[in-house]
């Protein structure tokens, strides 16, 4: 039995600032998924780096706040049949150049560190992401 879920999608900086925002809802929707929730905010260094507190003892978590931080992005809950399986699949891998063709980090990313879209890695996390920035819907 298919199990509708939900996952947590960021349009990041550099997308938003190539006009990509439509294309990649349009992926979302083709794939199945329901946009159920989205805003487009500037998040501070602050929200950035409490949204990506798990990786603060990485070596690229200040880029990555920085990076986060640099313009508007686009949150979104998305909705469906095992979604972040599904939204995970879409994106492709992290690095754009090990991504499969069709992916939105092969197809729109232009590195590793811009590469277009964050999306929620297990169940838990997603409910946890999606409370973060709509918390109404957790």
Not at 57 to 79: I, K
Not at 80 to 92: C, F, H, Q, S, W
Request: glycine fraction near 6%.
């Amino acid at each position: 039995m298919v199990t509708t879920t939900r996952t947590l999608s960021i349009v990041k900086p550099d997308a938003v600032r190539r006009s990509l925002i439509g294309n990649i809802f349009n992926r979302f929707e083709q794939a199945g998924l329901n946009i159920i929730a989205t805003n487009m905010i500037h998040m501070t260094q602050e929200q950035a780096k409490q949204f990506y507190i798990i990786h603060k003892d990485r070596p690229f978590y200040n880029e990555l706040v920085t990076f986060m931080s640099s313009g508007p992005v686009v949150v979104s809950v998305l909705e469906g049949p095992n979604a972040v399986k599904m939204n995970r699949d879409l994106m492709g891998a992290t690095n754009p150049s090990e991504a499969q063709a069709g992916t939105i980090r092969h197809d729109l990313s232009e590195s590793i560190g811009e590469n277009s879209v964050h999306g929620s890695d297990s169940d838990e996390n997603a409910a946890t992401e999606i409370r973060f920035f709509f918390p109404d819907l957790a």
